[in-house]
């Protein structure tokens, strides 16, 4: 008879003891685990060890202050508005969940159900960006010397010209060959030789600047990322050294939510509030 799996949902209520600490890795996968206390019908508490995968554990919190502009929330819960200013560090979208009515604790307590947090917050922040191009440099260029080809029948290389061995810089490919949609034992090797020799470069003022500010558009839409837009910016030059500095101080709109490792407080304000852990069981029918 075949074995067929199926996967069980459980949900375990209890108070949490302690943030979440690092157990193990599998796979490459950080595993946490946490003691929770669970209370029979009976009214006796036991304490289980609860492991948790890392995917389930993070908070959202900002990667920089700034003006909170939008929020676009899948999982947790939000705790900023738009228009408020938040700071470095601060929550901005908790992965615990709260359910339950406080006022109703017989029937309806309150729980908080764990979960990664999802969230995009796009916020006005205050960035310094600075980039530089010195006025003269060395770019390498390469000259040909010539090419040369053998070929490899069963591993054996039999070269194709009499010229010995390649003297420069050499840059080898292999094309296999093939016949009739069938790939042969067979390889031809191409070895291109040439030699490689640093030419001074010399930029104007203009040209420098110009290639610096190149560069400073380049590390601002790496730091922003695909969402993220300068909206305006100051932008001064600055010559020191042979080397030409481009500096924008500017107010970006980017996205500053940023995975943190879920906490807890050490005493919380409410001692009855019960913590709940949803994960999956795997059975043989």
């Not at 640093?198 to 730091?223: D, G, I, S, W, Y």
Request: hydrophobic share 35%.
């Amino acid at each position: 008879m075949d074995e067929m799996q199926t996967n069980n949902r459980v949900i375990l209520c209890g108070t949490p003891l302690s943030s979440p600490v690092f157990s193990h890795a599998s796979r490459l996968e950080p595993f946490y685990t946490f003691p929770l206390e669970v209370a029979r019908l009976s009214g006796t508490v036991d304490t289980i060890n609860v492991l948790l995968r890392e995917e389930l554990l993070p908070e959202l919190k900002p990667s920089r202050a700034g003006l909170i502009h939008s929020i676009t929330a899948q999982n947790g819960t939000v705790l900023v508005k738009v228009g408020s200013a938040c700071a470095a560090g601060q929550v901005l979208v908790s992965g615990i969940t709260q359910v339950g009515d406080p006022y109703d604790p017989e029937y309806n307590p309150v729980r908080c159900f764990y979960t990664r947090a999802r969230a995009e917050i796009l916020a006005e922040t205050q960035r310094t960006f600075t980039a530089s191009c010195p006025l003269s440099t060395g770019t390498v260029r390469e000259t040909d010397l010539g090419t040369q080809r053998a070929l490899y029948i069963l591993g054996v290389r039999v070269p194709l010209s009499l010229s010995g061995a390649p003297k420069g810089q050499t840059a080898y490919t292999r094309t296999p060959f093939v016949l009739q949609g069938h790939t042969l034992p067979l390889w031809v090797e191409t070895v291109r030789v040439y030699e490689e020799e640093t030419v001074p470069v010399t930029f104007t003022e203009e040209e420098a600047q110009r290639r610096a500010l190149e560069n400073l558009h380049q590390l601002q839409k790496l730091a922003l990322g695909e969402d993220g837009r300068v909206l305006t910016e100051n932008i001064t030059y600055q010559t020191k050294g042979g080397t030409v500095y481009v500096t924008s101080r500017c107010v970006c709109l980017e996205n500053i939510a940023q995975e943190a490792p879920l906490t807890l407080p050490e005493e919380p304000e409410n001692p009855e509030i019960i913590g709940v852990f949803v994960g999956s069981v795997q059975g043989n029918d």
